[in-house]
């Protein structure tokens, strides 16, 4: 394999771990995926020492950890407004970020989860209904 596969291996674990740290820190988005990216840089310079790819390693977990912690934060963030548990909700993304590690090691499907993640988010956040105040207002 060539350093392209190694820079969609770092993307993909990135990812991994920005999904993870989005479970974890739900609230702190901003937070959590400045966590992520520094997490992603660290797996990206591990692996960057051990096989072929080095600053593109690099560049790419910290890059897939970014967005993939803002992308997932959005899914939280929504999970917890809805009433789910903080628990609950941090063991279920755990087991995802768990199959987005899995997934990494396909060949190219690394690239695939640092840009869907995102882009997967802003179509749930679109497709959010408007707050409206409701029966609320003839309350009063």
Do not use: H, N
Not at 51 to 73: F, H, K, M, N, R
Not at 81 to 110: D, E, M, S
Request: aromatic content about 8%; glycine content about 18%; charged content about 10%.
């Amino acid at each position: 394999m060539g350093a392209w596969y190694w820079i969609g291996v770092s993307a993909g674990l990135g990812a991994a771990a920005g999904v993870l740290v989005a479970g974890l820190a739900a609230r702190t988005a901003w937070i959590a995926a400045a966590v992520a990216a520094a997490i992603g840089a660290g797996i990206g310079f591990a692996l960057g020492s051990w096989q072929p790819g080095s600053l593109g390693d690099v560049a790419a977990a910290a890059a897939g950890g970014l967005l993939a912690a803002l992308g997932a934060a959005v899914i939280v963030t929504g999970a917890l407004r809805r009433g789910g548990t903080r628990g609950g909700t941090a063991i279920l993304v755990a087991g995802a970020a768990l199959v987005v590690a899995g997934l990494a090691w396909v060949p190219a499907l690394g690239y695939v989860e640092a840009l869907a993640l995102p882009a997967f988010a802003g179509r749930l956040r679109r497709r959010q209904p408007e707050r409206y105040a409701g029966l609320r207002t003839l309350a009063k």
